[in-house]
C-alpha cells in the first residue's frame, strides 16, 4: 500500500484476506468445474441414447487425442482442454437427422451439406458454458485442414488450434479403422500410411509424426481398454 509517497507493507489481517479471498475464488471455479462436467456428462448422455455409435466413436478420438497430446508433451491444462474437447467434438450430430447420420451408403451432396453443419451445433452447444469457451472453439474447428481446405473457417496452418488439429487426425483415424456394417475398418499400419500420405495438405504433420510414434507406444502396453479421466470409466479399444 502507498501513503504520502511511502510505500507500507500490508498488515497481517489484510494478507490473510486476500489469501481467504483467493481461495474463496478458487473454489468458486472448481464448484463450476464440476457443475460444468456433470452437465456435459449429461449431455453425453443424450448423444449415447441418441446415436451410440457415435458416442463410442467420441470416447475413442478423446483416447487417440490424449495419446497424441501426451507425445506431443502438453501441460495438464492442455491436456484437459484436449480431453474434452474430443469428446465433444461430435456433440453437434445429436441435431443431425437420423437418416443422414445412419445412411450405410455414400451420401448425397444435399445430405453432405446437412452433415457439414454438426461442428457449429457443437459449438452452440457448448458455447453457452462458462468454463468451456476453448472446447467451444476446437470442436467448432475440428475439421479445418493444415492446407487451409477445411470448413467451417478455412483456417490454415497454426491458425487452427492445436486441439483441433489433433482431433481431426484422431478423428480420421478412428473413422478408417473402425468396422461397420457396410466395411471393414483399415488395419493400423494401412491407417497410419493414410495419415502419412496427407500429412501438410489435410493434417499437421508434426502432429501425426507425434501420433502414430505415441499409437505404436500404446500397442506395445498390450491392453484391450482405455481410461478416459471426465467418464471415469474404461472403454474397449475394438470399434467392431
Same mark, same amino acid.
Given at each position: 500500500?502507498?501513503?504520502?509517497?511511502?510505500?507500507?507493507?500490508?498488515?497481517m489481517?489484510?494478507?490473510?484476506?486476500?489469501?481467504?479471498?483467493a481461495?474463496?475464488?478458487?473454489?468458486?471455479?472448481d464448484?463450476?468445474?464440476?457443475?460444468?462436467?456433470?452437465?456435459?456428462?449429461?449431455?453425453?448422455?443424450?448423444?449415447?441414447a441418441?446415436?451410440?455409435?457415435t458416442?463410442?466413436?467420441?470416447?475413442?478420438?478423446?483416447?487417440?487425442?490424449?495419446v497424441?497430446?501426451?507425445e506431443?508433451?502438453?501441460?495438464?491444462?492442455?491436456?484437459?482442454?484436449?480431453e474434452?474437447?474430443?469428446?465433444?467434438h461430435?456433440?453437434?450430430?445429436?441435431?443431425?437427422?437420423?437418416?443422414?447420420?445412419?445412411?450405410?451408403?455414400?451420401?448425397?451432396?444435399?445430405e453432405?451439406?446437412?452433415?457439414?453443419?454438426h461442428?457449429?451445433?457443437s459449438y452452440?452447444?457448448l458455447?453457452?458454458?462458462?468454463?468451456?469457451?476453448k472446447?467451444?472453439?476446437?470442436?467448432?474447428?475440428?475439421?479445418?485442414?493444415? =492446407?487451409?481446405?477445411?470448413? #467451417? /473457417?478455412?483456417? &490454415?496452418?497454426? *491458425?487452427?488450434?492445436? $486441439?483441433?488439429?489433433?482431433?481431426l487426425?484422431a478423428?480420421?483415424?478412428?473413422?478408417?479403422?473402425?468396422?461397420?456394417?457396410y466395411r471393414k475398418g483399415?488395419?493400423?499400419?494401412?491407417?497410419?500410411?493414410e495419415?502419412?500420405?496427407?500429412?501438410?495438405?489435410?493434417?499437421?504433420?508434426?502432429?501425426?509424426?507425434m501420433?502414430?510414434?505415441?499409437m505404436?507406444?500404446?500397442?506395445?502396453?498390450?491392453? =484391450?481398454?482405455?481410461?478416459i #479421466? /471426465?467418464?471415469? &470409466?474404461?472403454? *474397449?479399444?475394438?470399434? $467392431?
Open positions: 500500500m502507498k501513503k504520502n509517497n511511502v510505500f507500507e507493507l500490508p498488515t489481517s489484510t494478507a490473510l484476506s486476500l489469501l481467504g479471498m481461495a474463496q475464488v478458487e473454489a468458486l471455479k464448484e463450476n468445474k464440476k457443475i460444468s462436467e456433470q452437465a456435459a456428462r449429461t449431455i453425453l448422455k443424450a448423444l449415447d441418441k446415436d451410440n455409435y458416442f463410442g466413436h467420441s470416447m475413442r478420438v478423446a483416447y487417440f487425442s490424449l497424441t497430446g501426451a506431443a508433451g502438453l501441460s495438464p491444462e492442455e491436456m484437459y482442454e484436449l474434452l474437447s474430443a469428446i465433444f461430435d456433440i453437434g450430430k445429436i441435431g443431425t437427422p437420423d437418416a443422414v447420420l445412419n445412411k450405410p451408403s455414400r451420401l448425397s451432396e444435399e453432405f451439406q446437412i452433415m457439414k453443419k461442428p457449429e451445433n452452440e452447444i458455447k453457452d458454458f462458462p468454463m468451456f469457451q472446447i467451444a472453439d476446437n470442436a467448432r474447428l475440428h475439421h479445418e485442414r493444415f =492446407d487451409g481446405k477445411g470448413y #467451417p /473457417l478455412g483456417l &490454415k496452418g497454426e *491458425d487452427i488450434p492445436t $486441439a483441433a488439429r489433433i482431433i487426425i478423428d480420421t483415424f478412428d473413422a478408417m479403422t473402425s468396422t461397420r456394417p483399415l488395419p493400423y499400419e494401412v491407417a497410419f500410411e495419415l502419412i500420405q496427407f500429412s501438410g495438405t489435410q493434417f499437421d504433420p508434426h502432429l501425426v509424426k501420433f502414430i510414434q505415441g505404436k507406444k500404446e500397442a506395445l502396453k498390450g491392453e =484391450d481398454q482405455f481410461f #479421466p /471426465l467418464m471415469d &470409466k474404461k472403454f *474397449d479399444k475394438n470399434a $467392431a
